[in-house]
């Protein structure tokens, strides 16, 4: 279930969380023969090698729940030196599948799961409980959980601002009244970012000029519109460390194509696209902008990281 973006609603009828800045993952514990966890990104992929952390939390879950299966629904996520939760810091941890290297980066850079919701206790499929039922299952669990603040307790403006304080990437707004809706992105629950962030798809790129001379300059990224067609939104030309870039251009090399990914290719400048290697839009990745220009391209777009949990036909313009 994926949230819809907005301006915070009040009311009884609405609860608050936070957003954690981090991979949303769906973890599954269960006493069988596969070992008991599995770890699925947003985008149906078994992360289950890529965090053994998580995977032992999801190990004593199971024990103290006696074997009871469960599956929960939260993020993965890493702390940066101040505390607050960094999806640059967690960079590290993503895509990576060699169990040996996943528990190498485990010692130094450790992360954690933070559940939200609940969607499976024993038997009984919850999802279509309303979500104040499936938040008291959740926090009977052995499992430490993020506070759902009540909004008849707290105004729009007190936890935002509390979100502010803590370095916390914003807040969602959830009905308090209303199921579990897998796959949709829902009106039922409103994010509002306190940076606007957006996921892309990278259809091509730039060479770099004057410092940047034979590295990467800019992606050239796009997001799908109503009708699923790769729609050009910009290019994104900094928050890149060395490593990044080279990782990057890597990347791209192997995913080099002939024609442009993007349906409205004939409507773009030559400055926008005039020294463009095309890539096909397998890759994406996560930016922060300052808001989008009224012909639909991301002002002032920086680099974030790579997105390897969300598939590239899912990225929609969240804003």
């Known amino acids: 279930?994926?949230?819809?973006?907005?301006?915070?609603?009040?009311?009884?009828?609405?609860a608050y969380e936070f957003k954690?800045?981090?991979?949303?993952?769906?973890?599954?514990?269960?006493?069988?023969?596969?070992?008991?966890?599995?770890i699925c990104s947003r985008s149906g992929a078994d992360i289950t090698a890529t965090y053994p952390e998580v995977v032992a939390t999801g190990k004593q879950l199971l024990a103290e729940l006696d074997g009871v299966p469960a599956r929960l629904d939260g993020e993965?996520?890493?702390?940066?030196?101040?505390?607050?939760p960094s999806f640059g810091v967690l960079q590290s941890r993503t895509a990576v599948s060699s169990p040996a290297r996943a528990r190498?980066?485990?010692?130094?850079?450790?992360?954690?799961?933070?559940?939200?919701?609940?969607?499976?206790?024993?038997?009984?499929?919850?999802?279509?409980?309303?979500?104040?039922?499936?938040?008291?299952?959740?926090?009977?669990?052995?499992?430490?959980?993020?506070?759902?603040?009540?909004a008849s307790d707290f105004s729009s403006a007190e936890v935002l601002a509390i979100a502010q304080e803590q370095g916390l990437e914003g807040v969602v707004a959830k009905r308090?009244?209303?199921?579990?809706?897998?796959?949709?992105?829902?009106?039922?629950?409103?994010?509002?970012?306190?940076?606007?962030?957006?996921?892309v798809v990278v259809g091509g790129w730039e060479p770099g000029q004057h410092g940047r001379a034979g590295q990467?300059?800019?992606?050239?990224?796009?997001?799908?519109d109503e009708s699923g067609r790769l729609r050009y939104a910009g290019q994104v030309g900094s928050g890149f460390t060395d490593k990044i870039l080279r990782d990057l251009k890597l990347r791209l090399?192997?995913?080099?194509?002939?024609?442009a990914p993007f349906a409205d290719l004939e409507q773009l400048a030559a400055r926008d696209v005039g020294g463009a290697h095309w890539v096909?839009?397998?890759?994406?990745?996560?930016?922060?902008?300052?808001?989008?220009?009224?012909?639909?391209?991301?002002?002032?777009?920086?680099?974030?990281?790579?997105?390897?949990?969300?598939?590239p036909k899912a990225v929609v313009r969240d804003s």
């Open 76 to 84: 993965i996520v890493a702390f940066g030196p101040d505390g607050s």
């Open 253 to 259: 090399a192997a995913l080099a194509s002939a024609t």
């Open 1 to 14: 279930m994926l949230a819809t973006a907005g301006d915070l609603p009040e009311g009884s009828q609405w």
């Open 104 to 150: 190498q980066l485990a010692a130094q850079t450790p992360v954690a799961f933070v559940a939200f919701d609940l969607l499976q206790f024993g038997d009984q499929q919850t999802l279509a409980l309303p979500y104040d039922e499936r938040r008291r299952l959740l926090e009977s669990l052995p499992i430490e959980t993020p506070p759902s603040l009540p």
């Open 216 to 224: 990467l300059g800019a992606l050239l990224v796009g997001v799908h």
């Open 20 to 38: 954690w800045d981090g991979v949303r993952a769906l973890l599954s514990v269960r006493d069988d023969a596969s070992g008991g966890v599995r």
């Open 176 to 199: 308090r009244d209303r199921p579990y809706e897998p796959g949709r992105r829902s009106a039922s629950w409103i994010k509002h970012p306190l940076r606007k962030r957006q996921d």
């Open 280 to 311: 096909r839009p397998e890759l994406v990745v996560a930016v922060e902008f300052r808001q989008w220009t009224t012909d639909g391209r991301l002002r002032a777009p920086s680099y974030k990281g790579l997105r390897s949990d969300i598939a």
